[in-house]
């Protein structure tokens, strides 16, 4: 029993089972089964392998590198402060051209502060009070901009803080700032695909990149827009928010099909204004203040306070990149297949 | 045979194949098969469906922008240096709002400092020496504050930097630093769906946004967060970690789910400290050094430079919006049927 | 009627049907069924579980935060402007210890600027004239430095702003800044599972950290990273790319299959040069201006103008986390055998 046993069983391993069918005539239910059929092939190859590019491995996780530089120049002259000039090194937030970054429409300057005793601002809650026993003494005003001297002048409490306040100063809008450049330069990397890849057109023209301005259709692929362009594409005017500023979102896409090749992948721009569902009533102003500090002949502290509204841009780097990988492809067909499979056990 | 042949084989794709199949009367096996046949279709409705919402298309890369503003001042009154006024334009960095911002909670002033030779910092392992030959001319300290002159001073090179170094004066913890308050502005935007939202609560009243304050349970909506009590609900006390300063993350989550609306798309806070992992012995102060530059009636530099730590700030925006999609739905329904199939071919 | 056949439709639903096969004994085809059968196994095992881990859920966006210190000093020692010395608070922009930071490596001082008429840089395309007209006064320059006068000088508009320009200035290249060391401290966190980890090395040696330098086979999880070995590891030299500055990525990978618990997670580093793409006619420097305000005895400004070429670098952190789920492994099953189904039928 031992040998042929053991053989007839390793040989009947070699067999397979192939189930009994009837072959059964019936043109209608044939024709709904063929045309389920056909359905199902055609939402598995138009949809899921021609629309949706069920045979590629996605990539949606880019990693991005943005430096931006600002460039332009605008002048105020007030009759406080006199004739001043705001380059990029002063309207520009952070200098260094993020991918984040706040230029300045509209600015305040409160020169010569000096620590000292004066009244808080009145839009500070915490700052109003009816009599002295409002203004504890020592106690910092909470979200304002001093320490409570302990006393109530008119309305709000007396502070020790940087004098005179800002209130009485009157706010400059940079209404030229709309001429002013920004270049953008972005580089990409899918690292699943080891691929990279910057937005810079690789031209022979040595002129195309000092003078070009993106537009979307004549320079689609020039990296340097007009401040007054990128809020005009966002629907909006820049006079119109130039005063109270706002948040602009600079999108750029780089939607890839690496089989079609590198030269093939390129950045698509967007522009939109980021702020737009904060309630009217809520405080919707963009600005910040910021400091120089002096020293005087006797070693006293002064300085000029400048409160900026102004423009915050976020360039924001979405991509995604997709290439032919067998796992994808198997796991589609598969699962197509499956469906198939369901109804021809149905029919 | 032209004609007929050609109908036959026409007529032959509508032509369905059914199996012969036995009706087994078996209690016992059937019983088991109805009920692994329950499981799967259970595991299908209620895992991957209602738990998993399999039938929805996810997008898990939000676009998300972030603008902060702290409020809040506070003083300090120093033997050496004088009374001292930090409002969010000295104690913020940047002051322009970043999600990412740091918050000084201790603050060492070291006034006057001109270019001159003094002791190199004795912390500074490559600033230590026995003689002068190991403070070699002219050679920059490794991770030190000046260049070498040449001479060994009790145990630390001699340095040509900014002098007097910081090693002398005391810091001074800005324990009101707690009363801060942070308003945090965040729009976020899901590409997949175009769908984008902000977490400042619509309201009709004016009031609401200057005077609330977040609390999980009554204004889990109010974007104003007051800086003592984020310490608190990462498990910490501010008086802990002002001195040595620490990493906050500031977690927003939006998990949406759109087919519900756009209403029902909230986001909730959430509130870690992020340095825990690093090790007792290792450098955990979170501090940095910058410097204010004046020019005495000569032309001649002097500066203030300040040692600050404190805490850092993250508003991190984690997001997910699941929305209704034919694919993934005829995904799951392809591989649970064959699944089910697979049960069937076995019993 | 009623119950007994309400009892045969209960007891009927515990049948089951099971098909009928024919055992064929057909070695041939049967190899080429049993050899299909393996590959398709062998797929599954191999491929889709092993290697792939398709048994595991997989986090992709892990949450990062990312703190970094630069140490080291460099002095200058210039005819026209004397010895200056730059230390962190000064070539590293911003000072407080971002992902992404700026470290001057070539800078031009042009001190005691002020606002007067000088020439416009001929650089700038739009600074150029051929006689007065083309210099209309009281209009600023196109990403120029001033506003114009009306007056043409010599090929450029003379404009007003600050003066001297830069154009007269030597620069100065800190070839020692490639001793810097570069601390960075990274914490992550995958929100799926609950993960955070940091990436610096628990150890009890109290004078690790303050005395290592990275290298990828003796010390591959110190975090101090001198500057001139990054550059170097990018395949670059320091020295070619100190003058006009680069864009550097740190890569922090973590790789992380958490069923191997937490220690087995470590992150991996690694050093790319971001620019390359650039094309070579285009502008591949990486500057920006600041200034440092002054006032005179008389109240007015002055100021010294920076412009610094650097190295920017970006810390970009990119993670993944697998973890045994029980839906992709189901789900995969389910695909596979659904692929082994339709072997089977065929056949």
Known sequence: MGMSTFKNIFLSAFNYKTEKYDIVENNKVGILYRVTQLCLIGYLIGWVFITNKGYQAV???????????????????SSDTGFSLWGPEDYVVPAHGEANFFIATNVKEIPNQTLD??????????GRCRDDADCPRGEAVRAGHGIKTGRCLKGTCEIHGWCPDEGSQKSHVLGKAENFTIYIKNFIRFPRFSFSKSNIRETQDKNYLPTCNYDESVHPYCPIFRLGDIIRKTG???????????????????????????????????????????????????????????????GHDYRTLFKVYGIRFHVMVHGKAGKFSIIPTLVNIGSGLALLGVVSMKS
């Open 59 to 77: 990539e949606e996780s880019v990693q991005s590198s943005v430096i931006t530089k600002v460039k332009g120049v605008v002048s105020i002259n």
């Open 117 to 126: 005793n004066c009244a808080e601002s009145d839009t500070v809650p915490d």
């Open 236 to 298: 909006h005017r820049f006079q119109d928010i130039a005063q109270a500023g706002a948040a602009i979102g600079i999108l750029i896409n780089w939607d890839c099909n690496l089989d079609l090749g590198s030269s093939q992948c390129h950045p698509r721009y967007s522009f939109i204004r980021l702020d737009l569902n904060t309630n009217v009533n809520s405080i919707t102003t963009f600005n910040f203040r910021y400091a120089r500090y002096y020293k005087n002949a006797t």
